[in-house]
Structure formats: structure tokens, C-alpha cells
């Protein structure tokens, strides 16, 4: 305390010193005084600021006061409640809380009693102007032109008469990035607290947070800092962006982290801040909204960020893209997208592959896109249900906003209530303390799919039910109503109608959710299974080396063809995934030998032993790969031509055996005394 005391009265004695060389001599005493109020000095001796004044700028009338408050209302009616707060800390230090308008004109103050009093004397009260060039060097009117906090102690002030105060201030930045007023903490000179700006500078950021958020309640608000400790803390840079992607406001230390967004902000676009699109970014966070994702900015730094506020806004951004009037009618006509299997957006169109039941269920379900029709999709596991309920969305006006999916049937029924209508902070034992916002919230302004609705508890059934009706959302634990705008489909694997009838399937959401009920037909029935076959080799190899360089043998074709695929079309997928994974670097043709083992006959309905088999009646399916195996009939060693090659005896050798274990290649490894490797290698010369 000594120690800072001596300093106090050393810095004292240099200010003096300074003062006495720049008012006498007119010289610059450089290095003596903080360099922003040397500025600030020849500023004042510039324009002619008298330092011995001591008559001008007494408080401006009341109707002055009246109409500046009514200029600065949102700052003022916002700010009391943070000079409040910075009052408590300063409380019985002899100081006060001042707040000043962009002129420098003082709004409002709080102190205490005896600092208020001399304060007065220097008309340091509501309706005086502090502005520098009518004061001089003070720390609201100096701040003001810095556009930085400032702080002025004692003999620093240009006027000799303030030379009682220590006045520590900070700006308080509108979204737009300019000046909006003044926060500052004005005291005795003698108190000079060391952490005043500090506290002043934090005031005036939880300030300009709290008007940002009130000024974009609205909009998509992105809350970015480099630390990821720092996102929801009163350091994070907040931008408001609109559904189009423009920044439209930026608080002071998102502009410090762009480093280049011009004050009034018009006209810049988020990829002028951002490489990455604003779109993606939109998408990424619609898919987890509690992830950071990692920006990388135009300026070369990296922050992360995350999305602030109700997913509602996700919703309205995404679609943003497109002015909000523009008619579904015109968003039809629009050129179809192109199909992009590995994101999944596809439309209905591209599951157009020939079979006609899928046809049927196609040209149904395109009818009633951007209509208010719920859509229920039957058909067994793995057929494809997630897969057309996408290619409805983005086929749709919604196509730009979320595609939100729930398993019903996937998840403990005990959390199927917070995950579709999502929970306030605090709602229950385990809840995170920010609340999670649920999948029906999630797909506002897009689809919510529902799949395995008929799996959905009975409880949960009438809560979404009253969603539906209410086009509205309560979460758990919460009171208020949030209102959704989604388009829902659903999807099961058994017959709903049953469902109701046995009693676990209300009967009043049955009609609610299938507005229109269409079918994806099992593989084993569809007609275009070549088709399918080429789309799912396409997607698998896309963006590897062997794009297009893969085809599958007709054998292989014609057994896909046959086989009964239980497990539908993810079953085909994973086992081309498998076959394709199993290709040698120069192999460009998937054959038998690259089928999975379970296709060889260890399949519980292996016909190997029925004596059926390798040749098939046409049109009958067969059960296992042993049944496109070549055909494998003893043979001399000796041919009409003579001996027969080693490696021709060879193969029958094996295509004997093969037949005799029914295709399992594990079996005939161990019979033959050579490694599955080995097999599959020489089956591969086989076929
Ligand atoms: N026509 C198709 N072309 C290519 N791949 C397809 C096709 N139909 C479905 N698939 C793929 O098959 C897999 C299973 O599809 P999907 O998840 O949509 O089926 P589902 O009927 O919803 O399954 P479940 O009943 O188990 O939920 C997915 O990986 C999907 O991409």
C-alpha cells in the first residue's frame, strides 16, 4: 500500500513536471505521460481549449438532459442495471458510476453521497458535457475520440480544475461498431484504485452484450472466439447474421478477432469473413447445435464457434438462402438437384431406378411435397424408408432446412421425451445445465422424421400429438410454448392399422400421421436391382482412386438377382461394400470369390445338402453362393488329348470340395491344407 502510494506521488510529481513544460515552455514531454493523453493535450492546445478555464460547461438544461435520454433510451434503459451491479463493487471507495451519452453528455450516475457532492462542483453530474473539446483531456470525452478505454488520473486532466479527479473509462460499441456512449468510474484523485479500468472495461463489454442480444433476438447470432473456453463467457465474439448470410452486427470483440469488418457493416457477406460458407456452416451445427465448429477466417486466424439461440433461427437460416416470399410454386420449377448419395441429399427422382411399385410410391409421395400432408412410409427393415423420406425433403420447398431423423425404436423410452421435445436447464438429475433443444425444435423450418413411429411409446404418442395439433413446443421442464413449423414424416416397419387395433397405437395420431401412407416394396421384389447395384458401387468408390474403375460380373449379377436379401438393401450394400474392400490392387471386376463368406453357404439356409445347387432351375433363387459356383463334375486325369494340367486338376480338386462342404470356404481350406488366403486365390482363377 506504501509502495503503491509512493508511486501515486511520484507519477504526481512527473505529471506536475509535465505540465508545468507543456503549459510554460510549450514543449512535449514525451514519455512522461500516457502517449493517449499527450494525444489528447496537443489535441486541446490545437483547438484552443483554455486550461484555466473554470466558467464554461455548466449542465445543460433539463430539456437538453430529456431529449439526449430520449436519443440514448435502449443504452440507458439497458445500462442501469450494469452501473448497478459495478456500484456495488466501488461502493464506500468514494467514487461514482457515470454513464454517458456519444456526445459525451452524462445520462445517468450513481455514487456515493460525499464523492457526488464535490463532483458537482466540477459539474460532474447528469446533463453536463464531457466532451474533450469542451472540457479538454478527461477519460468520457478523450474515450469518446480514442474510441478506447482511457484513463485519466489528477493533473492529467487538460483543465486545472479537474485535477481532483481519477476518472478510469471505456467505450460501449453498438453492434454496427460505433461508439454508442461512455461507461465510466469517476473518483477522488488521491483513490486511484488500480483495478478501476479493468472493472469499467468489463462493465461496458457485459453492456454491449446485452444490447446486441436485445438488437438480434431475431437474427442467427454466432458466438466465435479462438479459445474454446471462452464461447459463452463475456468474451466471446457475438455476430448477427441474416438468413441470407450477411453479417449484419458485430460486437467489439468479434471485430477484433475479423479484424477487417468496416463500422455500419453494410453489405458484408460471411464468406467475406469466413472460408467456410455460411450454408455448411448452418448444416454442420443443425446436426450437432451443442458442437464447436472450427472457422477458418479470411484474416488467417482459426476460431471456433457455435450457434446462440433457438434452432428455430437454424431453420430460418437455412432456407435463407432464397427470399422468404418466394412461392413453393417458383422453388418447384427450380432445376432438380443433383443427387449426392454420400450426403444424402438426393430427391425422389433419383430413386426412380425402374421397379414400378417403388414408381407408384414415388409419384404419390412427389404430389404432396410443400403440402401440409404427413407423410407414412411402410415397408420392411433396410428397404430404403430413411433413404425416400430424405429424397421427400429434398424434393420439397424445405429442401435448404433441416432433415432432423429420430429412431424411435433406437433409443431407451425414458429418453425419448427429451430427445424429440428437448429440456430447460436443470429439468432433471443429469440434465446438462443449458438445457438441450429436442429434434422437433431441431427441424423447424424443415422435415422431423420419425422413424419406427409405431415403437413410440404411449405417452410420448399423446405428447406429440398435442404438438401437432398445437404447432407448438413446450420442453420438458419449461413453461413457455415455442412454436415449430415442420413437415413431418414417419416411417415403420409393421402395419400401424394393427398397432391400433391391438391398442398400442393411439388411434387419433394414426390419422394424424399418415395423411398419405405409400410402400417401399422388399428387394427380393424389385425389379431393378442392377440399378441399385450400380448406385450403391458408385457411392462406395466415390472419391477414391477406383471411381469408375469397378464393374460386377454377370455371375455375381445374376445371383444378386436371385437371393432372397433378408436384410434388404443394407444387407446388398454391405455386401458390395465388402466385396469391393476385398479387390486387389489390379482387379477391376467384382467376381464370386470376393463375396462375403456368409454368402458361400454357411447361411442357415444353405441348399447344399438338398442335393440342389450348382445348377440351378432358371427362375428358382438359390440359397447360397455355392449355387453360382462353376459347375464341378469329377474328371479323369487323363483327357481325350491327354494329360491334363496340374493346374486344371488343380481347380477341380477344389470345385470338388467346395461342392462337398457347400461353398463354405473356411471348411474346404482346412480339407484342402491351404490357407483361405490361398482359396480365394485360386477360386478367383476359377471363375
Ligand atoms: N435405392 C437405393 N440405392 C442405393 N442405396 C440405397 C437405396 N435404398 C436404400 N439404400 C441404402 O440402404 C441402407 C438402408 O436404407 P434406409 O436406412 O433408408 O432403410 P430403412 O428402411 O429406413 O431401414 P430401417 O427400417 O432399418 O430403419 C442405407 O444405407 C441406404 O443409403
Given at each position: 500500500m506504501t509502495g503503491q502510494l509512493l508511486a501515486g506521488g511520484a507519477r504526481e510529481l512527473r505529471v506536475t513536471e509535465a505540465r508545468r513544460q507543456f503549459f510554460e515552455e510549450g514543449a512535449c514531454p514525451e514519455g512522461e505521460l500516457p502517449a493517449e493523453v499527450l494525444r489528447s493535450w496537443l489535441r486541446c492546445r490545437d483547438s484552443g481549449v483554455d486550461y484555466q478555464a473554470d466558467g464554461r460547461g455548466d449542465p445543460e438544461g433539463r430539456s437538453g438532459l430529456v431529449a439526449a435520454r430520449e436519443r440514448s433510451e435502449l443504452l440507458l434503459s439497458n445500462a442501469s442495471g450494469v452501473m448497478e451491479h459495478v456500484f456495488e463493487q466501488i461502493r464506500a471507495s468514494g467514487s461514482m458510476v457515470i454513464l454517458a451519452d456519444d456526445q459525451g453528455m452524462i445520462l445517468h450516475s450513481l455514487g456515493d453521497p460525499d464523492f457526488v457532492n464535490r463532483a458537482q462542483r466540477v459539474a460532474l453530474q447528469p446533463g453536463a458535457l464531457w466532451s474533450e473539446s469542451l472540457r479538454g483531456t478527461n477519460a468520457i470525452g478523450t474515450t469518446l475520440v480514442e474510441a478506447a478505454p482511457v484513463e485519466v488520473i489528477g493533473a492529467e486532466h487538460f483543465l486545472d480544475r479537474n485535477g481532483i479527479l481519477t476518472c478510469s473509462a471505456a467505450p460501449v460499441f453498438s453492434p454496427t461498431g460505433e461508439v454508442a456512449g461512455v461507461l465510466d468510474i469517476s473518483g477522488d484523485s488521491r483513490s486511484n484504485q488500480r483495478h478501476t479500468l479493468g472493472l469499467v472495461r468489463l462493465a461496458a463489454q457485459l453492456l454491449e452484450k446485452r444490447l446486441f442480444e436485445i438488437q438480434y433476438a431475431r437474427e442467427i447470432v454466432v458466438a466465435i472466439h479462438a479459445r474454446p473456453e471462452c464461447i459463452g463467457g463475456l468474451q466471446e465474439g457475438l455476430l448477427a447474421v441474416s438468413p441470407e448470410g450477411r453479417v449484419v452486427g458485430a460486437?467489439?470483440?468479434?471485430?477484433?478477432?475479423?479484424?477487417?469488418?468496416?463500422?455500419?457493416?453494410?453489405?458484408?457477406?460471411?464468406?467475406?469473413?469466413?472460408?467456410?460458407?455460411?450454408?455448411?456452416?448452418?448444416?454442420?451445427?443443425?446436426?450437432?447445435?451443442?458442437?464447436?465448429?472450427?472457422?477458418?477466417?479470411?484474416?488467417?486466424?482459426?476460431?471456433?464457434?457455435?450457434?446462440?439461440?433457438?434452432?428455430?433461427?437454424?431453420?430460418?437460416?437455412?432456407?435463407?438462402?432464397?427470399?422468404?416470399?418466394?412461392?413453393?410454386?417458383?422453388?418447384?420449377?427450380?432445376?432438380?438437384?443433383?443427387?449426392?448419395?454420400?450426403?444424402?441429399?438426393?430427391?425422389?427422382?433419383?430413386?426412380?431406378?425402374?421397379?414400378?411399385?417403388?414408381?407408384?410410391?414415388?409419384?404419390?409421395?412427389?404430389?404432396?411435397?410443400?403440402?401440409?400432408?404427413?407423410?407414412?412410409?411402410?415397408?420392411?427393415?433396410?428397404?430404403?424408408?430413411?433413404?425416400?423420406?430424405?429424397?421427400?425433403?429434398?424434393?420439397?420447398?424445405?429442401?435448404?432446412?433441416?432433415?432432423?431423423?429420430?429412431?424411435?425404436?433406437?433409443?431407451?423410452?425414458?429418453?425419448?421425451?427429451?430427445?424429440?421435445?428437448?429440456?430447460?436447464?436443470?429439468?432433471?438429475?443429469?440434465?446438462?445445465?443449458?438445457?438441450?433443444?429436442?429434434?422437433?425444435?431441431?427441424?423447424?423450418?424443415?422435415?422431423?422424421?420419425?422413424?419406427?413411429?409405431?415403437?413410440?411409446?404411449?405417452?410420448?404418442?399423446?405428447?406429440?400429438?398435442?404438438?401437432?395439433?398445437?404447432?407448438?413446443?413446450?420442453?420438458?421442464?419449461?413453461?413457455?410454448?415455442?412454436?415449430?413449423?415442420?413437415?413431418?414424416?414417419?416411417?415403420?416397419?409393421?402395419?400401424?392399422?394393427?398397432?391400433?387395433?391391438?391398442?398400442s397405437f393411439r388411434e387419433d395420431l394414426y390419422y394424424r400421421v399418415n395423411g398419405l401412407t405409400v410402400t417401399v416394396p422388399p428387394l427380393r421384389d424389385r425389379t431393378d436391382i442392377r440399378s441399385i447395384v450400380a448406385n450403391i458401387l458408385e457411392a462406395e468408390l466415390a472419391g477414391t482412386p477406383r471411381e469408375g474403375q469397378v464393374s460386377i460380373g454377370g455371375q455375381v449379377l445374376d445371383f444378386f438377382e436371385r437371393y432372397p436379401w433378408p436384410g434388404n438393401v443394407r444387407q446388398l450394400q454391405n455386401v458390395i461394400r465388402v466385396a469391393a474392400a476385398l479387390l486387389d490392387d489390379d482387379e477391376t471386376e467384382i467376381l464370386p470369390v470376393h463375396l462375403p463368406e456368409e454368402l458361400f453357404g454357411a447361411d442357415p439356409m444353405d441348399d447344399a445338402e438338398s442335393g440342389q445347387g450348382l445348377l440351378q432351375d432358371a427362375g428358382q433363387p438359390p440359397r447360397s453362393m455355392a449355387a453360382v459356383m462353376p459347375t464341378a463334375q469329377p474328371a479323369p486325369l487323363m483327357a481325350a488329348g491327354g494329360a491334363r494340367s496340374l493346374d486344371e486338376i488343380e481347380l477341380e480338386a477344389i470345385a470338388v470340395v467346395m461342392r462337398e462342404v457347400g461353398g463354405n470356404v473356411s471348411a474346404a481350406a482346412r480339407r484342402l491344407g491351404i490357407s483361405r488366403n490361398t482359396l480365394y486365390r485360386k477360386i478367383g482363377r476359377m471363375s
Open positions: 460486437n467489439s470483440i468479434a471485430r477484433g478477432l475479423l479484424k477487417s469488418l468496416p463500422a455500419g457493416l453494410e453489405a458484408v457477406d460471411f464468406s467475406a469473413v469466413s472460408r467456410l460458407a455460411f450454408g455448411s456452416f448452418i448444416d454442420r451445427c443443425t446436426r450437432d447445435p451443442y458442437a464447436l465448429q472450427a472457422l477458418d477466417l479470411r484474416c488467417g486466424e482459426r476460431v471456433f464457434a457455435r450457434l446462440r439461440g433457438a434452432p428455430p433461427l437454424i431453420g430460418m437460416a437455412a432456407r435463407g438462402n432464397r427470399p422468404a416470399a418466394e412461392s413453393p410454386a417458383r422453388v418447384q420449377e427450380a432445376a432438380p438437384k443433383p443427387c449426392n448419395r454420400r450426403t444424402g441429399e438426393i430427391t425422389l427422382e433419383c430413386l426412380a431406378t425402374g421397379d414400378p411399385r417403388l414408381q407408384l410410391a414415388l409419384d404419390r409421395a412427389a404430389r404432396i411435397t410443400g403440402k401440409d400432408i404427413p407423410l407414412l412410409i411402410q415397408g420392411e427393415s433396410g428397404v430404403g424408408k430413411e433413404l425416400f423420406a430424405r429424397a421427400f425433403h429434398f424434393s420439397g420447398p424445405r429442401s435448404d432446412g433441416p432433415f432432423v431423423a429420430l429412431n424411435c425404436a433406437a433409443i431407451p423410452e425414458n429418453l425419448i421425451e427429451s430427445e424429440l421435445f428437448g429440456y430447460v436447464g436443470g429439468a432433471f438429475t443429469g440434465a446438462r445445465r443449458e438445457g438441450s433443444v429436442g429434434k422437433i425444435q431441431q427441424a423447424h423450418g424443415g422435415t422431423l422424421f420419425l422413424d419406427e413411429i409405431g415403437d413410440m411409446p404411449l405417452g410420448m404418442q399423446a405428447r406429440l400429438l398435442r404438438v401437432l395439433q398445437e404447432r407448438c413446443v413446450t420442453p420438458v421442464g419449461g413453461q413457455r410454448q415455442i412454436p415449430v413449423d415442420i413437415s413431418l414424416v414417419c416411417a415403420t416397419h409393421r402395419m400401424l392399422r394393427d398397432a391400433v387395433r391391438a391398442g
